[in-house]
Protein backbone atom coordinates (compact mmCIF):
# COMPACT_ATOMS: atom_id res chain seq x y z
CA UNK A 1 0.00 0.00 0.00
CA UNK A 2 1.65 3.55 -0.94
CA UNK A 3 2.05 6.25 1.59
CA UNK A 4 -0.55 7.89 0.32
CA UNK A 5 -2.96 5.42 0.76
CA UNK A 6 -1.96 4.98 4.42
CA UNK A 7 -2.64 8.46 5.39
CA UNK A 8 -6.33 8.31 3.25
CA UNK A 9 -7.11 5.40 4.93
CA UNK A 10 -6.19 6.52 8.59
CA UNK A 11 -7.67 9.70 8.36
CA UNK A 12 -10.85 8.42 7.32
CA UNK A 13 -10.58 5.95 10.58
CA UNK A 14 -10.32 9.13 12.43
CA UNK A 15 -11.89 12.25 11.04
CA UNK A 16 -15.42 11.89 12.11
CA UNK A 17 -13.87 11.97 15.78
CA UNK A 18 -11.59 14.80 15.89
CA UNK A 19 -12.89 16.89 12.73
CA UNK A 20 -13.55 20.30 13.43
CA UNK A 21 -14.72 23.61 11.97
CA UNK A 22 -10.91 24.96 12.45
CA UNK A 23 -9.65 21.73 10.89
CA UNK A 24 -11.27 22.50 7.84
CA UNK A 25 -10.61 25.89 7.51
CA UNK A 26 -7.04 25.15 7.79
CA UNK A 27 -7.19 23.54 4.49
CA UNK A 28 -7.76 27.24 2.97
CA UNK A 29 -4.03 28.03 4.42
CA UNK A 30 -5.29 31.12 6.19
CA UNK A 31 -2.19 32.95 6.48
CA UNK A 32 -1.45 32.41 3.13
CA UNK A 33 -5.18 33.15 2.36
CA UNK A 34 -4.20 36.52 3.83
CA UNK A 35 -1.56 37.39 1.86
CA UNK A 36 -3.38 37.17 -1.15
CA UNK A 37 -6.12 38.80 0.31
CA UNK A 38 -4.46 42.07 1.02
CA UNK A 39 -2.42 42.27 -2.11
CA UNK A 40 -5.52 41.75 -4.31
CA UNK A 41 -6.90 44.52 -1.93
CA UNK A 42 -3.82 47.11 -2.63
CA UNK A 43 -4.30 46.04 -6.29
CA UNK A 44 -7.91 46.94 -6.28
CA UNK A 45 -7.36 50.04 -4.79
CA UNK A 46 -4.73 51.37 -6.48
CA UNK A 47 -6.20 50.80 -9.92
CA UNK A 48 -7.74 54.11 -11.53
CA UNK A 49 -11.27 54.19 -11.55
CA UNK A 50 -14.53 52.96 -8.69
CA UNK A 51 -16.15 49.89 -8.15
CA UNK A 52 -19.45 49.59 -6.12
CA UNK A 53 -18.37 48.34 -2.05
CA UNK A 54 -20.41 45.46 -2.60
CA UNK A 55 -18.39 44.62 -5.59
CA UNK A 56 -15.30 45.58 -4.63
CA UNK A 57 -16.30 43.31 -1.67
CA UNK A 58 -17.14 40.09 -3.59
CA UNK A 59 -13.90 40.21 -5.16
CA UNK A 60 -12.10 40.08 -2.47
CA UNK A 61 -14.30 37.22 -1.38
CA UNK A 62 -13.43 35.20 -4.45
CA UNK A 63 -9.73 36.05 -4.54
CA UNK A 64 -9.70 34.35 -0.67
CA UNK A 65 -11.81 31.85 -1.70
CA UNK A 66 -10.05 30.93 -4.91
CA UNK A 67 -6.79 31.03 -3.27
CA UNK A 68 -8.23 28.59 -0.10
CA UNK A 69 -9.85 26.27 -2.42
CA UNK A 70 -6.15 26.15 -4.31
CA UNK A 71 -4.68 25.58 -1.20
CA UNK A 72 -7.02 22.43 -0.11
CA UNK A 73 -6.11 20.89 -3.47
CA UNK A 74 -2.63 21.06 -3.04
CA UNK A 75 -2.84 19.76 0.31
CA UNK A 76 -4.57 16.59 -1.23
CA UNK A 77 -2.28 16.20 -3.95
CA UNK A 78 0.83 16.53 -1.27
CA UNK A 79 -0.29 14.82 1.52
CA UNK A 80 2.12 11.53 1.32
CA UNK A 81 5.02 14.12 1.43
CA UNK A 82 3.08 16.39 4.09
CA UNK A 83 3.23 13.48 6.52
CA UNK A 84 6.72 13.00 6.08
CA UNK A 85 8.12 16.60 6.63
CA UNK A 86 8.03 17.99 10.10
CA UNK A 87 7.04 21.68 8.87
CA UNK A 88 3.40 20.23 7.86
CA UNK A 89 2.67 16.61 9.75
CA UNK A 90 0.23 18.69 11.70
CA UNK A 91 -1.79 19.71 8.52
CA UNK A 92 -5.51 18.67 8.48
CA UNK A 93 -4.96 15.20 6.26
CA UNK A 94 -1.30 14.12 7.82
CA UNK A 95 -3.27 14.52 11.11
CA UNK A 96 -5.95 12.71 10.59
CA UNK A 97 -8.56 15.04 10.73
CA UNK A 98 -9.65 15.39 7.32
CA UNK A 99 -9.54 13.23 4.89
CA UNK A 100 -8.23 13.36 1.34
CA UNK A 101 -11.11 13.09 -0.84
CA UNK A 102 -12.92 15.83 1.81
CA UNK A 103 -9.68 18.11 0.49
CA UNK A 104 -10.42 17.27 -2.92
CA UNK A 105 -13.90 18.13 -2.86
CA UNK A 106 -13.92 21.04 -0.67
CA UNK A 107 -10.90 22.86 -2.92
CA UNK A 108 -12.89 21.91 -6.88
CA UNK A 109 -16.22 22.86 -4.87
CA UNK A 110 -15.23 26.42 -3.51
CA UNK A 111 -12.79 26.76 -7.20
CA UNK A 112 -15.65 26.76 -9.10
CA UNK A 113 -17.89 28.66 -7.25
CA UNK A 114 -15.31 31.35 -6.59
CA UNK A 115 -14.98 32.06 -10.58
CA UNK A 116 -18.25 31.76 -11.93
CA UNK A 117 -19.18 34.08 -8.63
CA UNK A 118 -16.19 36.53 -10.04
CA UNK A 119 -17.13 36.36 -13.98
CA UNK A 120 -21.21 36.68 -12.77
CA UNK A 121 -20.71 39.67 -10.31
CA UNK A 122 -17.31 41.48 -11.38
CA UNK A 123 -16.18 41.01 -14.80
CA UNK A 124 -14.72 37.81 -16.97
CA UNK A 125 -11.14 39.48 -17.19
CA UNK A 126 -11.19 38.98 -13.39
CA UNK A 127 -12.58 35.71 -13.45
CA UNK A 128 -10.10 34.07 -15.92
CA UNK A 129 -7.44 35.62 -14.65
CA UNK A 130 -8.35 33.81 -11.00
CA UNK A 131 -9.25 30.93 -12.96
CA UNK A 132 -5.14 30.71 -14.21
CA UNK A 133 -3.97 31.59 -10.83
CA UNK A 134 -5.75 28.18 -9.26
CA UNK A 135 -4.97 26.30 -12.49
CA UNK A 136 -1.06 27.72 -12.12
CA UNK A 137 -0.79 26.76 -8.80
CA UNK A 138 -2.26 23.71 -8.81
CA UNK A 139 -1.49 21.89 -12.31
CA UNK A 140 1.82 23.74 -12.65
CA UNK A 141 3.45 24.46 -9.40
CA UNK A 142 1.96 21.45 -7.26
CA UNK A 143 1.02 18.37 -9.61
CA UNK A 144 4.30 19.35 -12.20
CA UNK A 145 7.18 21.95 -10.96
CA UNK A 146 7.36 21.01 -7.15
CA UNK A 147 8.58 17.27 -7.28
CA UNK A 148 10.47 17.67 -10.21
CA UNK A 149 12.90 20.65 -10.44
CA UNK A 150 14.64 23.22 -8.45
CA UNK A 151 13.10 25.95 -10.53
CA UNK A 152 9.72 25.06 -8.80
CA UNK A 153 9.47 27.88 -6.41
CA UNK A 154 10.71 30.69 -9.45
CA UNK A 155 8.26 29.80 -12.05
CA UNK A 156 5.76 28.74 -9.43
CA UNK A 157 5.91 31.93 -7.59
CA UNK A 158 3.71 33.10 -10.52
CA UNK A 159 0.72 31.98 -8.42
CA UNK A 160 1.44 34.18 -5.91
CA UNK A 161 2.06 37.05 -7.71
CA UNK A 162 -1.54 37.32 -9.38
CA UNK A 163 -3.75 38.74 -7.10
CA UNK A 164 -2.73 42.43 -7.46
CA UNK A 165 -3.21 41.93 -11.12
CA UNK A 166 -7.02 40.75 -10.05
CA UNK A 167 -7.91 43.24 -7.98
CA UNK A 168 -6.44 45.73 -10.81
CA UNK A 169 -8.92 43.57 -13.31
CA UNK A 170 -12.04 43.71 -11.11
CA UNK A 171 -11.84 47.82 -11.42
CA UNK A 172 -10.52 48.23 -14.72
CA UNK A 173 -11.79 45.07 -16.49
CA UNK A 174 -8.33 45.12 -17.92
CA UNK A 175 -4.56 44.52 -17.33
CA UNK A 176 -1.74 47.33 -17.60
CA UNK A 177 1.74 47.77 -17.13
CA UNK A 178 0.87 48.61 -13.44
CA UNK A 179 -0.58 45.53 -12.42
CA UNK A 180 2.48 43.83 -14.31
CA UNK A 181 4.64 45.60 -11.88
CA UNK A 182 2.93 44.74 -8.95
CA UNK A 183 3.07 40.97 -10.19
CA UNK A 184 6.52 41.41 -10.79
CA UNK A 185 7.01 43.01 -7.23
CA UNK A 186 5.52 39.40 -5.96
CA UNK A 187 7.33 36.78 -8.56
CA UNK A 188 10.95 38.13 -7.62
CA UNK A 189 10.37 38.20 -3.90
CA UNK A 190 9.12 34.80 -3.76
CA UNK A 191 12.47 32.98 -4.62
CA UNK A 192 14.36 34.57 -2.15
CA UNK A 193 11.78 34.11 0.27
CA UNK A 194 11.45 30.05 0.36
CA UNK A 195 15.15 29.64 -0.14
CA UNK A 196 15.87 31.72 3.29
CA UNK A 197 13.48 28.69 4.15
CA UNK A 198 14.71 26.16 2.65
CA UNK A 199 18.01 26.83 4.25
CA UNK A 200 17.12 25.77 7.24
CA UNK A 201 14.47 23.07 6.53
CA UNK A 202 16.64 21.68 3.54
CA UNK A 203 16.60 18.15 5.09
CA UNK A 204 13.25 18.56 5.88
CA UNK A 205 12.90 18.94 1.78
CA UNK A 206 15.33 16.04 1.18
CA UNK A 207 14.08 13.55 3.17
CA UNK A 208 10.13 14.06 1.32
CA UNK A 209 11.68 14.04 -1.97
CA UNK A 210 11.17 17.61 -2.99
CA UNK A 211 13.93 19.45 -5.19
CA UNK A 212 14.42 22.69 -3.55
CA UNK A 213 17.64 24.26 -4.56
CA UNK A 214 19.61 23.58 -1.57
CA UNK A 215 18.92 19.89 -1.70
CA UNK A 216 19.73 20.07 -5.67
CA UNK A 217 22.88 22.56 -6.19
CA UNK A 218 23.74 22.98 -2.02
CA UNK A 219 23.12 26.02 0.31
CA UNK A 220 26.25 27.94 -1.47
CA UNK A 221 24.49 27.99 -4.60
CA UNK A 222 21.30 28.80 -2.92
CA UNK A 223 22.61 32.02 -1.09
CA UNK A 224 24.28 33.24 -4.51
CA UNK A 225 20.83 33.05 -5.64
CA UNK A 226 18.82 34.56 -2.98
CA UNK A 227 21.77 37.68 -3.15
CA UNK A 228 21.18 37.86 -7.11
CA UNK A 229 17.12 37.49 -6.77
CA UNK A 230 17.62 40.29 -3.86
CA UNK A 231 19.21 42.90 -6.65
CA UNK A 232 16.60 42.27 -9.19
CA UNK A 233 13.96 43.16 -6.21
CA UNK A 234 15.37 46.35 -5.45
CA UNK A 235 14.64 48.11 -8.64
CA UNK A 236 11.39 46.46 -9.06
CA UNK A 237 10.44 47.44 -5.92
CA UNK A 238 10.68 50.87 -6.53
CA UNK A 239 9.66 51.07 -10.14
CA UNK A 240 5.77 51.84 -9.13
CA UNK A 241 7.06 55.39 -7.90
CA UNK A 242 9.16 55.45 -11.21
CA UNK A 243 6.56 54.70 -13.39
CA UNK A 244 4.56 57.29 -11.83
CA UNK A 245 1.93 55.55 -10.22
CA UNK A 246 3.06 55.66 -6.83
CA UNK A 247 4.70 58.77 -4.72
CA UNK A 248 7.58 59.99 -3.10
CA UNK A 249 6.31 58.28 0.25
CA UNK A 250 6.33 55.08 -1.45
CA UNK A 251 9.82 55.92 -3.67
CA UNK A 252 11.54 56.16 -0.45
CA UNK A 253 10.21 54.06 2.10
CA UNK A 254 9.90 51.01 -1.24
CA UNK A 255 13.98 51.88 -1.66
CA UNK A 256 14.98 51.60 1.97
CA UNK A 257 12.93 48.60 2.31
CA UNK A 258 14.93 47.31 -0.65
CA UNK A 259 18.49 47.92 0.87
CA UNK A 260 17.64 46.05 4.21
CA UNK A 261 16.51 43.01 1.76
CA UNK A 262 19.62 43.40 0.19
CA UNK A 263 21.50 43.92 3.47
CA UNK A 264 20.30 40.92 4.83
CA UNK A 265 20.45 38.42 1.52
CA UNK A 266 24.38 39.26 1.62
CA UNK A 267 24.33 38.97 5.20
CA UNK A 268 23.24 35.32 4.65
CA UNK A 269 25.79 34.94 1.70
CA UNK A 270 28.75 35.62 4.09
CA UNK A 271 27.31 34.54 7.36
CA UNK A 272 26.35 31.24 6.29
CA UNK A 273 24.84 30.44 9.33
CA UNK A 274 20.88 29.25 10.46
CA UNK A 275 19.91 32.24 11.95
CA UNK A 276 20.70 34.79 9.26
CA UNK A 277 18.38 32.70 6.73
CA UNK A 278 15.98 32.57 9.38
CA UNK A 279 16.31 36.45 9.82
CA UNK A 280 15.95 37.32 6.21
CA UNK A 281 12.82 34.50 6.04
CA UNK A 282 11.12 37.02 8.77
CA UNK A 283 11.88 40.14 7.03
CA UNK A 284 11.07 38.58 4.16
CA UNK A 285 7.32 38.94 4.93
CA UNK A 286 7.98 41.91 6.53
CA UNK A 287 9.14 43.71 3.40
CA UNK A 288 5.96 42.75 1.36
CA UNK A 289 3.67 43.52 3.75
CA UNK A 290 5.15 47.00 4.16
CA UNK A 291 5.75 47.50 0.48
CA UNK A 292 2.06 46.82 -0.43
CA UNK A 293 0.58 48.94 2.97
CA UNK A 294 2.79 51.53 1.50
CA UNK A 295 0.64 51.50 -1.67
CA UNK A 296 -2.23 51.23 -0.01
CA UNK A 297 -1.93 53.97 2.45
CA UNK A 298 -0.95 56.57 -0.21
CA UNK A 299 -3.85 55.28 -2.68
CA UNK A 300 -6.10 56.18 0.27
CA UNK A 301 -4.09 59.53 1.31
CA UNK A 302 -4.63 60.62 -2.22
CA UNK A 303 -8.22 59.70 -2.53
CA UNK A 304 -9.26 61.73 1.10
CA UNK A 305 -7.17 64.82 -0.49
Not at 116 to 133: E, I, K, S, Y
Not at 224 to 250: D, E, K, T
Not at 292 to 298: C, D, K, P, S, T
Request: proline fraction near 5%.
Amino acid sequence: MSDTSIIQDNAARTVYQTARASDYFALLKPRVMSLVVFTGLVGLVVAPGDLHPVLAFTALLCIAVGAGASGAINMWYDADIDQIMERTQNRPIPAGKVTAGEALGIGVALSVASVVLMGLAVNLVAAALLALTIGFYIFIYTMWLKRRTPQNIVIGGAAGAFPPMIGWAAVTGSVSIESLVLFAVIFFWTPPHFWALSLWRDIDYANAGVPMLPVVSGREATRRQIVFYSILLLPIGVSPYLLGFAGPVYGVGSALLGAIFLFGAFKVWFKKDEKSAKQLFAFSLLYLFLIFALLLGEAIVMGIV
